[in-house]
């Protein structure tokens, strides 16, 4: 081994937290680079359950006014978008686990950077998504129906919908040990979440109670609004509850109540697990 | 930014790069560090030495901010871990337990990443990426994910990594543990260079002869609190004076001996068993006791000095062995010291 021989160093700039979040970002985009599988959650999956709806149940679903395939298209959407928590959480808990994050602090930057980095990281992560799958939509029938505003419009909602999912990411992943335990509560709790909605069929043929928690669960309002200003089929059969019938407004109150709601509990975990 | 305020070069008072101040914390129930002090002068090496949860991983984590202590302070290159955090961070490099090098990013892109974090501009991240890879002989893994890397390759890069923005003080948290021998000297010898270029070194370990090969002070710990500290020959010595060992070769002369023992030392203790005879006397008294013999008819199977080791200085002091080791392990550090000899 060569000596270390002492050498000079230029002074240490002061950065801000933008510059730190960016480096973040950087880095995790590399480790997408490095491991095109952990996009799987957000490309294979989704298009399997586009062609499963789509070519499996979807003939024995029944939509008025629309093909079946661009009635699913604004759900399927949804759905990954509602995945972004999963994402930030299997993320955070990772890096959590491996002593990254205590790197990190240990160097003289903001410890929000962490988050700030992975949350955008997370968003992109999952615009990828929303990419495939309107890729994957057009070949199977998909359309948009509508101008070039309201297309706009529907992937923006989808973008707000999933900031504030980044903070229940983030409160997950600050209280789970192990990304282990993050995947397990995806499946038992938010697949699940996902489905007791109009994201895979009309809400009107379920049992009236049933019927209520769908119509007010926020996945429906997100897709209600895909589904109005893409022009993909019927939002709000006879008898919706309020947010079927204002399902912009409706998603953009749940955005912000969830951020509200959220953002200090994740920030609070976060601030607790890397205190220690 | 101007070098006069460059936090890596403040002004210390001349003394010390890192003081713990009573640095106390509790977890719930449990006091983890209890009212712990020490000081670790400017250029020197200090070894925190004590067993598996004795309290030197949270120690560190106080001191390299990472952890808000209970009570008490801690100030690194003069600066306080509790009022100027970013100043002690700016000051400091840390290498923990577990290698964190990023195992998705390359040796080269890892160097890079926390370059950039420190606030260092890219144009000197190139060439000191390529000075540092080819220092700890990672050249040829420059490009490789870490995750690829030996044990041994990891803990070089997450070392490399430290020294990035070349802090003057550098935290090492078990810097071995789980290494081969054959890794572990050649990081002693590493961090040996280090030491000589000026850094200043607070390591934690477990092995009494890291600290013994590596250490300039060592402060032992025990359940959180700190039970004996100096050089590693004062350890020693606290353990008690050297001895000198005799073994004779026949029953019949133990007598013998024990009278030519008795006229250098005052205590002197038999075991006929064994024929071996012990007397708490020096080297000195030892090669005259040599010679004493070799003009006797007496004859000898064994005569040596028998120092106490850092072991009998652990025991001695806690009442436990600092850890069970396995044979293997404990030849193999044996090998390695014997080797930077």
């Known amino acids: 081994m060569t000596a270390l021989s002492s050498y000079e160093v230029p002074p240490l700039e002061r950065r801000s937290l933008l510059q730190h979040s960016l480096t973040v970002v950087w880095r995790n985009l590399l480790h997408i680079r490095r491991m095109p599988e952990m996009l799987l959650d957000v490309t294979i999956q ?91 939509g057009l070949a199977v029938g998909w359309r948009i129906r509508n101008g070039v505003i309201d297309a706009v419009a529907a992937f923006a909602l989808l973008v707000l919908f999933g900031f504030a999912m980044i903070w229940l990411g983030i409160w997950v992943g600050s209280l789970m040990r192990s990304v282990e335990a993050v995947q397990g509560l995806v499946f038992t709790v ?87 | ?93 840390l290498t923990g337990q577990v290698a964190t090098v990023d195992e998705l990013l390359t040796g080269r892109e890892n160097i890079r990443l926390i370059g950039r974090l420190y606030g260092l501009p890219l144009s000197y991240l190139r060439t000191a990426a390529d000075r540092l890879l080819e220092q700890f002989s990672l050249s040829d893994a420059a490009d490789r994910i870490a995750k690829t890397y030996s044990g041994g390759m990891r803990r070089r890069l997450d070392l490399a990594v430290s020294l990035v923005a070349a802090p003057p003080v550098l935290f090492l948290d078990e810097p071995t543990t789980g290494l081969d ?11 040996q260079d280090l030491v000589r270029n000026g850094t200043t070194l607070l390591l934690t370990t477990q092995y009494l002869e890291e600290a013994d090969t590596l250490a300039d002070q060592i402060v032992v710990i025990d359940s959180g609190r700190v039970i004996a500290s100096g050089t590693p020959s004062e350890l020693k010595e606290k353990a008690g004076a050297a001895r000198v060992v005799v073994t004779v070769s026949n029953a019949s002369d133990i007598d ?63 009442g436990h062995p600092a850890e069970e080791q396995t044979d293997e392990s404990a030849a193999g550090e044996r090998e390695v010291v014997e080797a930077l000899r």
């Open chain 2, 1 to 93: 930014m101007s070098s006069a305020a460059d936090p890596r070069v403040a002004d210390v008072n001349g003394a010390y790069a890192v003081e713990a101040d009573r640095l106390t914390k509790r977890f719930g129930n449990t006091l983890a560090v209890d009212d712990v002090s020490f000081a670790v002068p400017q250029g020197s090496v200090v070894g925190l030495l004590g067993p598996n949860g004795a309290g030197k991983t949270t120690t560190v984590r106080m001191l390299t901010t990472l952890s808000v202590p209970t009570s008490g302070t801690g100030r690194v290159a003069g600066h306080d871990v509790r009022k100027e955090p970013d100043a002690v961070r700016r000051s400091m490099g």
């Open chain 2, 256 to 318: 013998g001996a024990g009278a030519i023992l008795r006229r250098f030392s005052s205590e002197v203790q038999v075991d006929e068993a064994t024929r071996r005879l012990t007397a708490a006397a020096g080297l000195n008294e030892m090669t005259q006791i040599a010679q004493v013999f070799a003009d006797s008819r007496i004859d000898v199977d064994d005569l040596g000095l028998k120092r106490p080791s850092l072991d009998d200085v652990f025991l001695h002091l806690t």
């Open chain 1, 190 to 276: 938010m697949f699940p979440l996902t489905f007791v909605a109009n994201t895979f069929v009309p809400t009107d043929n379920m049992p009236t109670w049933l019927r209520g928690i769908a119509e007010w669960n926020p996945v429906s309002a997100l897709t209600g609004s895909c589904r109005e200003l893409w022009g993909n089929g019927p939002v709000a059969p006879p008898g919706s509850s309020w947010p079927l019938l204002h399902p912009e407004v409706a998603t953009v109150a749940w955005s912000v109540l969830l951020t509200v709601v959220f953002a200090p509990l994740a920030m609070t975990a976060f601030r607790r697990r890397s205190e220690d």
């Open chain 2, 181 to 191: 021998p054959r890794s572990r000297a050649d990081l002693w010898l590493l961090l």
């Open chain 1, 46 to 136: 989704p298009i399997m359950f586009v062609l499963l709806f789509a070519y499996v149940f979807g003939g024995a679903i029944h939509v008025d006014g629309a093909s079946y395939r661009e009635f699913l298209l604004p759900g399927i959407m949804a759905q990954t978008m509602v995945f972004s928590a999963a994402v930030v959480a299997i993320g955070l808990t990772n890096d959590l686990e491996k002593g990254i994050v205590d790197r990190f602090k240990s160097l003289p930057m903001s410890r929000w950077a962490v988050l700030i980095g992975r949350s955008v990281s997370s968003l992109i992560h999952s615009s990828i998504g929303i990419v495939v799958m309107a890729l994957t």
